[in-house]
């Protein structure tokens, strides 16, 4: 177990290089397969120059993914139907910021979190 710990430069290098050939693969095929991308995302890494930047557990504090949801913050099923009392607030919606994050919009995810989170109170609030 202690090995597939290791970042030793050569193993980063072909960890990179096995990542980035995947992801590759999926971006040509048009689905992503591995974490759901939507497809007009998808756009492969193949025109240098590349940069690597180390990136720690805490460096960014929100998820770019999340669960699908309707304009009144329900949850949305695989077939985008409501899932009855389920709703989704903040960083656990999916689809606000698609590709980048603003990070020159200091508190967008907070006031996010803060304004869907009492819209969806007000939706469960009345049971829609």
């Known amino acids: 177990m202690a090995s597939c710990l290791e970042w030793t430069p050569s193993s ?10 995947r992801y590759n693969e999926l971006a040509h095929g048009g689905k992503d397969t591995d974490f759901s ?4 995302r998808l756009f492969p890494v193949e025109n240098p120059p ?24 329900r949850a ?6 409501p899932v009855p009392g389920l709703f989704v607030a903040g960083n656990t ?8 994050y603003p990070v020159t919009v200091a508190g967008a995810s907070h006031s ?4 869907f989170g009492r819209l969806a109170g007000r ?3 009345v049971g829609e």
């Open 12 to 21: 980063r290098h072909a960890r990179v290089t096995a990542s980035v050939a």
């Open 50 to 73: 590349f940069y690597v930047v180390p990136f720690g557990d805490s460096g960014m504090l929100v998820l770019i993914g999340g669960i699908d949801c309707d304009a009144q913050c």
């Open 93 to 100: 919606m999916g689809g606000r910021f698609l590709v980048d």
């Open 76 to 81: 949305l099923d695989a077939e985008k139907n």
């Open 112 to 115: 996010m979190a803060m304004s």
């Open 37 to 40: 991308k939507v497809p007009t």
């Open 123 to 125: 939706v469960a609030a």
